[in-house]
């Protein structure tokens, strides 16, 4: 597949399953088992259900959903996106009571494509800067030397 129609599928991804809920379209563009790189350096097998459960926890648990695609690149069989999420906390997330506060997260994905779907990712998203926004860690006092 050329990297056009890989992040052409990215794409697809963000824009049917995150932003339309469509969440059938996963199996279109991952893999029936691929490998997805955690940030603690473990690596975790996944499929397209795990992707439908995850983008399900968090569709329950946040509205007004906005998803933007700030940059995405690719080459040979990668394709890079940098996204941000802008949306407010309105259901139970991970057992955190739902706050009502609107949040903004960003995240850099990078995902390796073969036959046209993905068989490999490396996800970061700033996991403590959200926690922070909830509300359920303070931000740290600063000071002015």
């Avoid at 991952?30 to 926890?57: C, I, T």
């Avoid at 800067?129 to 909830?134: C, F, P, T, V, W």
Wanted: glycine fraction near 10%; charged fraction near 30%; aromatic fraction near 8%.
């Amino acid at each position: 597949m050329s990297v056009e129609r890989n992040k052409e599928t990215f794409r697809r991804y963000i824009e049917e399953v995150w932003i339309g809920g469509n969440l059938d379209v996963a199996d279109e563009v991952f893999a029936g088992k691929y490998l997805a790189h955690q940030s603690d350096g473990s690596v975790l097998e996944r499929g397209p259900e795990d992707v439908k459960r995850f983008v399900s926890e968090w569709r329950s648990a946040f509205s007004d959903v906005v998803n933007t695609i700030e940059d995405m690149i690719g080459e040979g069989d990668k394709v890079v996106t940098r996204w941000m999420m802008r949306a407010t906390h309105s259901g139970d997330f991970r057992g955190i009571a739902a706050t009502g506060n609107r949040i903004t997260v960003t995240g850099i994905g990078i995902f390796r494509f073969s036959d046209g779907k993905v068989v490999e990712s490396w996800d970061s998203l700033d996991q403590l800067g959200m926690i922070r926004q909830l509300g359920v860690l303070a931000e740290p006092e600063h000071t002015v030397q």
